[in-house]
C-alpha cells in the first residue's frame, strides 16, 4: 500500500503521539480502570477523533484507509483508548447517515471534539448477535417511544454521554423487522441505571449493563425508519469490524517490536538468543501473519472508499484480526520466559485486552457465517 504525503504525516504525528502519551501510561490506566477524557480531548485537538467525518461539523473528511492508519497508529500504544476513535467513526458515520439534523449538528462535533463518549447498545441478556431475540421495547407514546428493558455487555456503559440503542417496536415474531434504532443522551434521574463489570481486561473502556425504566425518547431521536433500525444501522458495522481488526494488529505489532529487541539483548549460551531459530522462527511466522492482516484490513478500508461491497472482507478482519493477535502476543510473552509472566511487562495485559474482541462486537463464528452468507447466499443461515 503506497501512503500519500498527508497520510504519512498523519500516521507519524499519531505514532508520536501513541509512544509519547499512550504507551507509558497503557498498565497504569489499566491499573485504575479509568478513561482520562483530558486525554480524549487532546486526541480530539489533534484531529484524531471523527477524521474521518465531514469537516463542517468537526472532522478532517479523511477517506476509511487514513481512519485505519490512526486507529492502527494509536493503538500501539494503548489497546483501550484506541476504541474511542473507533467507536467515534461507527456512531459517528451513524448519525450522519441516519439521525435528524438537531442530533446530528449536536452531537457529531462533539464527538470530534472529545467532548462526548457514545455506547452503542445491542447486547441483551438473551443475546446479541441474535436481533430476533431483543426484548428491550419502546413503545410509542404520542411524539415520544417510552423505553424499558436491560442491555448488557456495553462498552462505556458506565462512562457514555450517550447510547445509541436497538429496541423493539414491532412484534416479537417480526425478528430483525420489528427492530427500531434511538439516540438518546444521558441525564441524571431521566430513569437511566448503569454498571460496571470486572472483566479480564478492558477495564478503561468499562463494559457493563445500561437498564432503561421508561425512558421516554422524542420520536426526532430516532434513527432512519421504524421497524428497519437494525438492517439500516448494521450496515455501518462492516467499517467499525475493519477497524477493530487494525486495533488488535497495533497492539500486537507492539508486542512483536519488543520481543525483537529483547531478542537482541537477551543472551544464552554466549550468544543473543535470537541467533537460535527456536526464538527468532516463530516471530517470523507472526510478523508474517499479522502482515497479512493488516493487508487484509485495509483492502476492506479500500473497498468502503471505492464504493465496492465490503463484508465479506470486513468480517475476516474481524475475527482473524483478535485470533492472530492474541496468538501472536502469546508468543512474544513466551519469549521473554519468566520476564513475560510478570505483570510488570505489558504483553499479559494486551493478551487479556485483544482476547474481548474475540467475543464482543460479533464472535467468529457468526463473523463466519457473514462470510458464508456473502458466498453462497441465505442458505448459508438456514438450519
Known amino acids: 500500500m503506497v501512503l500519500t504525503e498527508d497520510q504519512r504525516a498523519l500516521q507519524e504525528s ?40 465531514p469537516e463542517e461539523l468537526g472532522g478532517m473528511g479523511a477517506d476509511a484507509v487514513t481512519t485505519g492508519l490512526i486507529t492502527e497508529a494509536l493503538a500501539y500504544g494503548d489497546f483501550n483508548v484506541s476504541a474511542v476513535p473507533v467507536g467515534i467513526s461507527l456512531t459517528g458515520a451513524i448519525l450522519m447517515r441516519h439521525a435528524e439534523g438537531a442530533v446530528r449538528r449536536e452531537w457529531v462535533p462533539r464527538m470530534c471534539r472529545g467532548d462526548a463518549v457514545v455506547a452503542i447498545c445491542l447486547t441483551e441478556p438473551r443475546g446479541g448477535s441474535d436481533a430476533g ?25 458506565d462512562r457514555a454521554d450517550a447510547y445509541l440503542i436497538f429496541a423493539r417496536t414491532g412484534a416479537p415474531d417480526e425478528g430483525a423487522r420489528g427492530v427500531s434504532a ?45 421497524g428497519k433500525g437494525f438492517t439500516q444501522v448494521m450496515q455501518g458495522f462492516d467499517y467499525s469490524r475493519a477497524l477493530i481488526g487494525l486495533q488488535c494488529v497495533g497492539a500486537a505489532q507492539a508486542s512483536l517490536d519488543e520481543a525483537w529487541a529483547y531478542a537482541k539483548e537477551r543472551e544464552a549460551f554466549g550468544r543473543p538468543i535470537g541467533q537460535f531459530q527456536g526464538v527468532s522462527f516463530p516471530l517470523a511466522e507472526y510478523e508474517s501473519h499479522i502482515a497479512a492482516v493488516r493487508q487484509l484490513c485495509y483492502h ?15 468480517a475476516m478482519c474481524k475475527w482473524m484480526g483478535p485470533k492472530i493477535a492474541f496468538d501472536t502476543i502469546h508468543q512474544c510473552l513466551l519469549t521473554f520466559g519468566h520476564y513475560g509472566w510478570s505483570k510488570d511487562l505489558p504483553h499479559q495485559q494486551r493478551l487479556r485486552d485483544v482476547m474481548g474482541l474475540e467475543i464482543g462486537d460479533g464472535t467468529a463464528q457468526v463473523m463466519k457465517l457473514i462470510i458464508a452468507r456473502e458466498r453462497i447466499g441465505r442458505v448459508a443461515v438456514q438450519y
Open 300 to 314: 476492506a478500508l479500500a473497498l468502503r472508499d471505492a464504493g465496492q461491497p465490503h463484508t465479506a472482507e470486513a
Open 133 to 157: 431475540n431483543l426484548q428491550l421495547r419502546a413503545r410509542k407514546d404520542g411524539d415520544h417511544y417510552v423505553v424499558h428493558g436491560e442491555k448488557t455487555s456495553i462498552t462505556f456503559a
Open 14 to 53: 499519531a505514532r508520536r503521539f501513541a509512544r509519547e502519551r499512550l504507551l507509558p501510561d497503557y498498565q497504569k490506566r489499566d491499573r485504575h480502570g479509568v478513561l482520562e477524557r483530558e486525554l480524549v480531548a487532546e486526541m480530539g485537538r489533534l484531529g484524531f477523533l471523527g477524521m474521518d467525518l
Open 182 to 226: 434511538f439516540f438518546i443522551p444521558y441525564a441524571e434521574g431521566a430513569g437511566i441505571a448503569r454498571t460496571k463489570f470486572d472483566d479480564v481486561g478492558s477495564a478503561v473502556i468499562g463494559r457493563g449493563s445500561v437498564f432503561f425504566d421508561d425512558v421516554r425518547v422524542p420520536a426526532s431521536h430516532r434513527l432512519g425508519d421504524e
